[in-house]
């Protein structure tokens, strides 16, 4: 066990499904081999973007999926795309149908094991945040295909690297309020403080305004946790995936691959 590579996630900067994503490309995950293996899914209405980009003059792998009713969007008026975007936020994807999608798609069984793993973290916190059974758990529609490509996307990288050992730093997460579509919540959001809590996953609060952690962020890092960090390590690769908001640092997750020394 020991020659094996360990995966170290930094989350200085929080977590979240893109920046995890972006990192584990950046550790040298083939593009074309992630975009075959999330045709597998069976599923539509998207299409991702991968992408260099400079974060406070540092360089981060940017991974975006991007909807297509984002596009459509952009060609209609305000008032058009308020209406549309509330008739959106009634719709939602159900746990037991997004578990009946990845069990019922051509995914490897690695890959769809992890996937339904970090799926089952996020259900059961959000099942005990709104108090309903976990079946009934809604993701928002288009919040859904967003988390189910990252979600799978992390779970290829993960098989892709050969990955069995994962460390994870502490989780490092704003303050304040975020808006969502039930309105202003807490900073750290419910669901992360449900996930961290259960999985006992280290957090620290810093000044940054603002959700740093997310639940599908927060769900990864307790479903790929395996250890702490060995004290002594030799750094072999490391990789950055690039945040999308701004902060007082360069927002950025690390990805280092390590040997114990």
């Known amino acids: 066990m020991k020659d094996e590579p360990i995966l170290y996630l930094e989350c200085y900067s929080g977590i979240s499904g893109d920046m995890t994503v972006g990192a ?4 040298g995950v083939q593009e074309e081999n992630l975009k075959r293996e999330l045709e597998k899914l069976g599923i539509g209405g998207y299409t ?3 992408a260099q980009k400079k974060i406070s003059g540092l360089r981060g792998c940017d991974f975006s999926v991007h909807l297509e009713h984002e596009r459509e969007n952009e060609e209609i008026s305000l008032e058009e795309s308020a209406n549309r975007h509330k008739s959106h936020t009634h ?10 999608l990845l069990e019922e798609s051509k995914l490897s069984p690695e890959v769809k094991n992890l996937s339904l793993k970090i ?7 959000e099942a ?3 108090g309903v059974p976990l079946e009934e758990v809604g993701f928002h529609e288009t919040g859904a295909v967003d988390s189910i490509v990252d979600v799978v996307a992390v779970a290829f990288c993960i098989q892709e690297l050969g990955i069995k050992r994962v460390a994870i730093s502490e989780l490092w997460e704003g303050r304040g309020n975020t808006e969502c579509q039930h309105g202003s919540i807490p900073v750290p959001v419910p669901a992360v403080t449900e996930i961290v809590k259960a999985n006992r996953i280290p957090m620290r609060i810093t000044h940054n305004q603002g959700e740093m ?6 769900s990864i890092a307790a479903a790929l946790r395996t250890e702490d960090i060995p004290s002594k390590v030799i750094i072999k690769g490391v990789g950055i995936g690039a945040g999308k908001k701004e902060f007082e640092h ?4 690390r990805a280092f691959l390590l040997e114990e020394a």
């Not at 719709?91 to 009946?100: G, M």
């Not at 799926?119 to 916190?125: L, P, Q, S």
């Not at 360069?250 to 997750?253: G, Q």
């Open 119 to 125: 799926f089952e973290i996020t259900a059961k916190a």
């Open 213 to 218: 952690v997310t639940p599908t962020g927060a």
């Open 250 to 253: 360069p927002n950025i997750l």
């Open 91 to 100: 719709t939602h994807r159900h746990y037991s149908e997004i578990q009946k």
């Open 24 to 27: 584990l490309l950046d550790l």
């Open 48 to 50: 991702i973007q991968i």
């Open 128 to 130: 005990k945040v709104h």
